[in-house]
């Protein structure tokens, strides 16, 4: 495992390249069983996951390894502005290197918004057949009008209100945490950003899951994964849930991963004994 120790439900910090980024592992090391990594929104980190990475674990019976971005929680911060093209940078050249660091032999990305986007462009983009699967909680492939205007309203929530104070409870510079992602987003170059064609080239299981009244993103994003994908997809759309399915509908939510897993398990054993 390259010396990599896998404490269960303990914590500590990985170096890769420049940043310390903090982590936490739940549940078998890499070794023994599958394992999920964790990755998160635009605005998240380790601690704002909350119970969600030890409850995945305890209901799959799978390794969770999550972590903090570079500019979030207690990782390394980042100066600004952050490139538009951060997302693909993070799936291509970071993701990588903590897959290795880890020992990850084989298992699933699973994102949620940024962290889903950036779990698609690495499955899209580099031949990894450690990656067995995808699960995608509200996954961006391109801007809309309706969440960039979202997007919009909390950077006013930012500067006039005291969401910077909320985000200074989890994030240790919470201006590198969202100007890193709000500017990128509202740069006006950033309107015509589109990795849809990551899609293309999926090989393994996706899992979609979106909130019909997500204000950052549509079902366009999940139609656009449906028009382009070759390899087996199933997608969950939850009625009466906004941009945090794992959160308004955590029941739903961890039900579908659950099953999508252990079909994934089953099919990992079964390859182990052939």
């Not at 290197?97 to 983009?125: P, V, W």
Request: net charge negative; glycine share 10%.
């Amino acid at each position: 495992m390259r010396g990599f120790q896998w404490p269960d439900q303990g914590n500590g910090f990985l170096k890769i390249g420049d940043s310390s980024l903090e982590y936490a592992c739940y549940g078998p090391a890499p070794d023994k069983e599958l394992t999920i990594v964790l990755l998160h929104e635009g605005l998240g980190c380790v601690g704002l996951w909350k119970e969600f990475p030890k409850t995945l674990s305890e209901a799959t019976g799978l390794g969770v390894f999550v972590y903090s971005r570079a500019g979030y929680g207690k990782s390394s911060t980042i100066g600004l502005p952050r490139p538009l093209d951060y997302m693909t940078r993070e799936a291509v050249d970071v993701l990588p290197q903590i897959l290795d660091a880890i020992g990850f032999e084989s298992g699933i990305l699973m994102g949620h918004s940024d962290g889903a986007t950036i779990a698609a462009i690495h499955a899209g983009s580099i031949e990894d057949f450690r990656v067995r699967g995808l699960v995608l909680m509200a996954p961006h492939f391109f801007t809309e009008p309706d969440g960039l205007d979202a997007i919009s309203s909390a950077r006013k929530a930012y500067n006039t209100s005291d969401l910077r104070e909320k985000l200074a409870r989890h994030h240790d510079d919470p201006d590198a945490a969202f100007r890193g992602w709000n500017d990128a987003w509202l740069d006006p170059g950033f309107e015509e950003w589109n990795v849809s064609d990551v899609i293309d080239y999926f090989r393994i299981p996706v899992l979609a899951i979106q909130g019909s009244d997500d204000q950052y993103g549509s079902l366009a994003q999940i139609e656009e994964i449906d028009t382009r994908i070759y390899s087996p997809l199933d997608t969950l759309i939850l009625q009466d849930c906004g941009h945090a399915p794992h959160v308004e509908k955590p029941e739903a939510t961890l039900s579908a991963i659950v099953e999508f897993t252990e079909r994934l398990a089953r099919i990992e054993h079964e390859l182990v004994r052939l």
